[in-house]
């Protein structure tokens, strides 16, 4: 594997920055204290953990500004920080580098019922933003399971989609206008609450998935959209992944609107069942569960019915409820939880996609696949499955084998003409297999670009660090070719 090298300059510990850094913003806010870094120097996964001589809390975008010039300045590498809800280890300081925190930046600055947007800091959560939104009977479009700690600027650098994406889309198609601020301090702001503004580049959504390596987000204008009114869910056992996907189109040919459709195993119904002492929702042992929440003009519960009555042949057993259904949402959103309580050492989240014709086959090499390369490992697989999107959770898997096992896995996913990463973004944790789903003129473009807006690469650089070139692994799968920071 390719080595994650350390920057190639890093002043963070240098107590003239630590003194200019505190004029900025206070001493209060700048926090140096070992025990108080505990949360900042690890991910929500606790696979990856680092060090950091100083954590730097700006109040707002001015002082994001001043901070990031002055560690320019200094050559002190930094890596931006939100709610540190990541799942790849892309907002953790590896080496070193001053981590600069957004959780001061929580002002929602604005919602506007008649054009439906909301402009906040980038520090605000997905959980704040929706309940300011629904104040104005609107909501943001975007949920997930860490909604309480994930922030806007985080779901911007990650382009998360999350658990309604099918409905409303991924996280770019909702950014409207963005202020960032430069590795060297300088602020872009494109900030016009338009859904047509076609001049130049789209700089937004180029910040969207960038996973903090071309600039600080600190300001988000968001698009918000009219909320479902009523729905209603259903959780059914299904034979195979194909009659899943056959459900949803028989719900969508009835003149409903999928809010959610999610995938789940028999071993991750299981999991749950055992961890939260529930009993089985479903009389049925099925293979695969499927939960679907759907709105529309109709008495959505009598529609939902009477496509489940009309595909008896392929759905199990089912059980319906009026939404919001938590008593069957928590079968779906407690399966991170508990996979973790489960797994005997970290689990291994590989956050991958495949296109909807391929989950199936995907699924079925798999399972074995992993029995006879890595026994003793248990997979589950849950997700967003309509739009491809599956959670790979591995569990009992040993620190030595973490990085062949996810070898195997993205390596298989890559033979399927799926994507590394559907939504958690690359970070550090596939990095080295970044170019099994981009060409070697991708990959350059890419580097062009970061290194225009940062040539010395000091945003996040353990991220992102690929040569324009490209070489080929004993299997014939493109490996990118890693430089040093």
């Known amino acids: 594997m390719p080595d994650q090298a350390a920057p190639a300059r890093s002043a963070a510990g240098d107590p003239a920055l630590t003194d200019a850094l505190q004029r900025i913003v206070g001493p209060a806010h700048v926090i140096t204290d070992p025990a108080m870094l505990e949360g900042y120097v690890a991910d929500r996964t606790g696979r990856w953990r680092g060090t950091t001589a100083a954590v730097v809390r700006p109040a707002d975008t001015a002082e994001v500004s001043a901070v990031l010039a002055c560690c320019h300045d200094a050559g002190a590498a930094v890596v931006p920080q939100g709610g540190n809800t990541g799942l790849v280890g892309g907002s953790v300081p590896l080496h070193g580098e001053v981590v600069v ?43 997930l399971a860490s909604r309480d700690s994930a922030t806007l600027g985080g779901i911007v650098s990650t382009n998360a989609g999350g658990l309604r994406m099918i409905r409303y889309g991924d996280t770019r198609s909702r950014l409207l206008g963005v202020e960032a601020v430069l590795a060297d301090g300088r602020v872009l702001t494109r900030w016009k609450a338009l859904t047509k503004d076609n001049v130049g580049y789209d700089l937004p959504g180029l910040l969207a998935g960038a996973e903090g390596t071309l600039g600080v987000v600190t300001r988000v204008l968001m698009k918000l959209s009219e909320p479902a009114g009523e729905t209603a869910v259903a959780l059914a056992g299904i034979p195979d992944v194909g009659e899943g996907l056959a459900l949803v ?10 809010e959610a459709a999610e995938l789940m195993t028999r071993d991750g119904m299981r999991l749950v069942g055992d961890h939260l002492r529930l ?9 695969y569960a499927v939960l679907v929440e759907v709105s529309g003009p109709a008495v959505q519960q009598d529609a939902l019915l009477s496509v489940l009555a ?36 970290p689990p291994v989240k590989l956050d991958v996609s495949t296109p909807l014709s391929r989950i199936e086959a995907f699924l079925g090499e798999l ?33 030595a084998q973490q990085e062949a096992i996810t070898d195997h896995v993205l390596r298989l996913v890559a033979r399927h003409g799926g994507s590394i990463s559907a939504e958690h973004g690359v970070g550090r944790a596939k990095l080295p297999w970044i170019a099994l789903g981009r060409e070697p003129v991708d990959l350059a473009v890419m580097d062009a670009v970061r290194g225009a807006l940062d040539p010395a690469r000091m945003l996040n650089p353990g991220l992102f660090h690929w040569a324009a070139a490209a070489h080929r692994g004993g299997d014939g799968a493109v490996l990118g070719r890693m430089l040093p920071g």
């Open 367 to 399: 399972g074995p696949g992993l029995s006879e390369h890595f026994p003793g490992v248990r997979p589950v697989c849950f997700g967003h499955f309509a739009d491809g999107n599956i959670h790979v959770n591995l569990m009992d898997v040993e620190p």
């Open 101 to 143: 925190s957004t959780s001061r930046l929580t002002a929602i600055d604005n919602v506007d019922p008649v054009g439906r947007t909301l402009s906040a800091g980038a520090g605000v959560t997905v959980a704040a933003a929706e309940e300011k939104a629904r104040r104005h009977g609107l909501t943001l479009g975007i949920d």
């Open 310 to 345: 009309g595909r008896a042949d392929a759905v199990l057993d089912a059980a319906v409820e009026h939404g919001p259904a938590r008593r069957l949402w928590q079968y779906r959103e407690a399966h991170t939880e508990s996979v973790g309580v489960a797994s005997s050492t």
């Open 249 to 258: 189109r028989a719900l969508e040919h009835a003149g409903l609107i999928i």
């Open 279 to 287: 009993r089985a929702p479903l009389d049925v042992d099925a293979p």
